[in-house]
């Protein structure tokens, strides 16, 4: 199903405080969303973070199950681990299961720069892409992203729409909206005061309005008070 790739189609981002902050401080061992199609629960996706070899390993989650009549007529699995160093990409491997068709996608730092492999074609890009796994508040400053659906990068262009509060599992929190035009087009990314992804909203192709509801931002939030 053709909405389905605005999900990951996107960049984002602003200067944080520091250059790439630390995942590990900012967030929970598992971040997680609800996905909503229309105001219905359709899915779930989850971002998890560890250390390994000094190099930080993020392993992206996503399930989808569209119903009609309590009958699934779309299912949608997506998996993607990202190796990161020094603020780099090192490897990307990914797996989706389009409703019953599957793609591969992995990508390989090099000394030519971004190696990346699709099953049908190879490229090389910069080093400096980032990918549409959400998770990264560094990339508004960037004017491309690896789409991790296609393996393709992606021009965008970013407008910074100032302060909202944002709806989470368990009330409220003040975070900053991005909106993006260029290769996106009606789709809209928030970020809290210390970088950390908040919510998600875009425009399906098929005309249907998907969001993101953030289910551990409270907890990722209770980790940089006092005494938390």
């Known amino acids: 199903m053709l909405w ?3 999900i990951w189609i996107m960049t984002f981002f602003l200067l944080y405080k ?18 909503y199609r229309n105001g219905s629960l359709v899915g779930k996706h989850e971002t998890q973070f560890e250390t390994k070899e000094q190099k930080l390993a993020v392993s992206s989650k ?34 989706v299961n389009d409703d019953g068709k599957t793609t591969m996608i992995s990508a390989d730092k090099s000394d030519r720069g971004l190696y990346v492999e ?16 959400h998770w990264l508040a560094n990339v508004v400053k ?11 990068v992606n021009n965008v262009q970013i407008e910074d729409l100032g302060w909202e509060e944002v709806v989470i599992s368990d009330g409220e929190i003040r975070a ?3 909106d993006y035009t260029g ?9 809290d005061e210390e970088g950390r992804w908040v919510k998600l909203s875009f425009k399906a192709r098929d005309g249907s309005k998907i969001e993101y509801l953030c289910q551990t931002c409270g907890e ?8 938390a």
């Open 4 to 6: 389905i790739n605005r």
């Open 18 to 35: 520091t250059a790439l902050a630390n995942p590990l401080q900012l967030y929970p061992e598992t971040h997680w969303f609800e996905i």
């Open 62 to 95: 996503m399930q989808l199950d569209v119903k009609f009549l309590g009958i699934t007529f779309y299912h949608f699995d997506y998996l993607a681990k990202e190796i990161w160093e020094n603020d780099e990409l090192q490897s990307l491997r990914v797996t």
């Open 118 to 133: 699709t099953g049908e074609n190879t490229y090389t890009y910069p080093t400096t892409l980032i990918t549409t796994n």
């Open 142 to 152: 960037n004017k491309s992203v690896l789409n991790t659906l296609t393996g393709n």
């Open 176 to 178: 900053r909206r991005y």
């Open 183 to 191: 290769d996106l087009e009606d789709t809209s990314v928030w970020y």
């Open 220 to 227: 990722a939030k209770t980790m940089l008070e006092p005494n």
